[in-house]
């Protein structure tokens, strides 16, 4: 069974950081490429950021160049998300996902609020 288990969100002021992980299973987790998504609220889902198996390619959204990391640690089958400097527009609940073939699975998602 594929699970994606992201923890690390909470509230912090506009300005500070946080580290989101997200733990997973099931799955070859070295041939995969994982993704980290949020939704805020009233918006669609967007896509944050993704690195590739060997960490050979990394995907910023323009919003988040700068001022987010992704990194994994392939024998804990973990991802991070470093996110400083955060802004309030930062809010909004923070996913991992991987996508299998034709199906794309999600984590619970980690909320974020960022407060001014």
């Known amino acids: 069974e594929v699970q994606l288990q992201a923890s690390g969100g909470g509230l912090v002021q506009a300005g500070g950081s946080l580290r989101l992980s997200c733990a997973a299973s099931g799955f070859a987790f070295d041939d995969y490429c994982i993704a980290w998504f949020r939704q805020a609220p009233g918006k669609e889902r967007e896509g944050v950021s993704c690195?590739?198996?060997?960490?050979?390619?990394?995907y910023y959204a323009d919003s988040v160049k700068g001022r987010f990391t992704i990194s994994r640690d392939n024998a804990q089958n973990t991802v991070y998300l470093q996110m400083n400097n955060l802004k309030v527009e930062d809010t909004a609940v923070y996913y991992c996902?991987?996508?299998?073939?034709?199906?794309?699975?999600w984590g619970q998602g980690t909320l974020v609020t960022v407060s001014s």
């Open positions: 690195m590739s198996t060997r960490s050979t390619n990394i």
């Open positions: 996902s991987v996508r299998l073939g034709y199906k794309r699975y």
